[in-house]
């Protein structure tokens, strides 16, 4: 296993770890009216939102498992089990329609394909740890800011604070 495909895999486990976290939390609330005063608190909806930033990763590392054409097994279950408890989440966030209606859509067609599988010479910045390109135009809908440059290295901003919070006190320096 190359050490691209085994970071990739160490961060998935960790998003899945903390969408199963968030899960067995929400499935501890046995009633109904608790879980939806908890999911439209002020703390309650950003935890969600945060959520569902850490996710948006998950889609990352999956855009550049295709674009790369990694076929390691654990790699792919891994995907498949965090895209599982997302939508095992997602069930939950019923309770809160109106707030968290954009996270309950189907999400939109890809207008342009991933740009993960042309040479580094070719893009703008790759991302350390999902692999894929860093626009050069801040996401502010996504909450991703400017890339953060460290030694030689673009991140996403989320990617970079979720790896430093949840997987590795540093940064992973291959891409």
């Known amino acids: 296993m190359n050490s691209s495909t ?20 929400l499935a501890g609330i046995s009633q109904p009216s608790v879980c939806r005063e908890v999911l439209l608190s002020t ?3 950003a935890y969600i939102w945060g959520l569902s930033e850490i996710y948006q990763i998950s889609k990352r590392l999956g855009d550049a498992v295709s674009a790369r054409k990694l076929t390691s097994e ?15 989440l997602l069930s939950f966030l019923v309770f809160g329609r109106s707030v968290f209606q954009p996270l309950l859509l189907p ?9 993960t599988n042309l040479a580094k010479s070719e893009l703008n910045h790759v991302c350390g ?20 440059l460290y030694q030689g290295l673009f991140y996403h901003v989320g990617c970079a604070n979720f ?3 949840c997987v590795d006190s540093m940064l992973p320096r291959e891409s």
């Open 6 to 25: 085994a970071h990739l895999i160490r961060c998935l486990q960790q998003i899945h770890k903390v969408i199963r976290k968030a899960n067995e939390i």
């Open 43 to 45: 703390p309650g909806t």
């Open 74 to 88: 654990l790699l792919l279950q891994t995907l498949r089990e965090v895209d599982l408890a997302w939508n095992n």
């Open 107 to 115: 999400p939109l067609p890809v207008s342009e394909p991933c740009k």
């Open 129 to 148: 740890i999902c692999l894929t390109e860093i626009s050069r135009e801040p996401q502010v809908p996504s909450g991703s800011l400017d890339p953060v």
């Open 163 to 165: 790896w430093l919070n």
